[in-house]
């Protein structure tokens, strides 16, 4: 069992629809992240969570909304988006942001795409 | 404002031939990390190194070796006799300890494929 599991590993969605991400990492860390990995783009940071609190969202659209219910489990529901928005989406995680081992744990990743 | 650049965006190699990634970083802090990650094919990045700004010590663990010259802002990775398995994308990545953003600035990756 990979230490950060995300589904749906695919998801294609109209801009209309409504859907949601699923991140859960088993790692016993604190701080969760959301990036965007879009075609030939450095990764993008989205959100970040530290003890279930939001410490950054990097000027992220409102259409994309985190959740937090815990230091295990992240999500990111998606409502009315556009097709710029198609990207590989990844969770991470990591100890805590208050220390210096800012070493990330990735998942796998969901592959969206908007149509 | 920190960024990471990795001119190379793709390269081609022929398996055994040693390839070098290059990165190169800007800060203003005198304090940060380091970072390079693998991306294989199954998606989920994958840490390989982390170095601190005080630590300009080369490393090398097993084929890979990286060269951390901070008079050039530069920290680069070095596969030696590379293999098949090694085709991936690889970040580098930068993370600061002086501002308030505590959370990784990546480079726009490079792919490199090894040919059998």
């Known amino acids: 069992e990979t230490g950060v599991t995300q589904t749906p590993r695919h998801l294609v969605m109209g801009m209309t629809n409504k859907k949601s991400l699923k991140c859960e990492q088993h790692?016993?860390?604190?701080?969760m992240y959301w990036y965007k990995q879009s075609a030939k783009k450095p990764l993008e940071l989205m959100f970040v969570?530290?003890?279930?609190?939001?410490?950054e969202n990097n000027s992220v659209p409102s259409r994309f909304s985190p959740e937090c219910p815990n230091s295990s489990h992240l999500f990111l529901h998606l409502h009315t988006l556009q097709p710029e928005d198609s990207a590989l989406y990844l969770c991470?995680?990591?100890?805590?942001?208050?220390?210096?081992?800012?070493?990330?744990?990735f998942g796998s990743g969901t592959q969206l795409s908007v149509l | 404002a920190q960024k990471v650049t990795q001119a190379q965006t793709e390269i081609s190699v022929v398996e055994k031939e040693d390839v070098t990634l290059d990165c190169v970083y800007e800060t203003r802090d005198t304090t940060y990390y380091l970072f390079w990650y693998k991306q294989p094919p199954s998606g989920e990045l994958v840490f390989l190194i982390r170095?601190?700004?005080?630590?300009?010590q080369n490393e090398i663990s097993g084929r890979y070796s990286w060269n951390f010259q901070k008079s050039t802002s530069s920290f680069n990775f070095t596969i030696t006799a590379s293999q098949v398995v090694d085709s991936a994308v690889y970040f580098c990545?930068?993370?600061?300890?002086?501002?308030?953003?505590?959370?990784?600035?990546f480079g726009s990756g490079t792919r490199l494929q090894v040919q059998p």
């Open positions: 969570y530290n003890f279930k609190e939001q410490t």
């Open positions: 990545a930068l993370f600061l300890m002086d501002t308030g953003r505590r959370a990784l600035t």
């Open positions: 790692l016993g860390h604190n701080a």
């Open positions: 991470a995680s990591s100890q805590d942001l208050r220390t210096t081992n800012e070493k990330l744990f």
């Open positions: 170095r601190n700004s005080f630590d300009e």
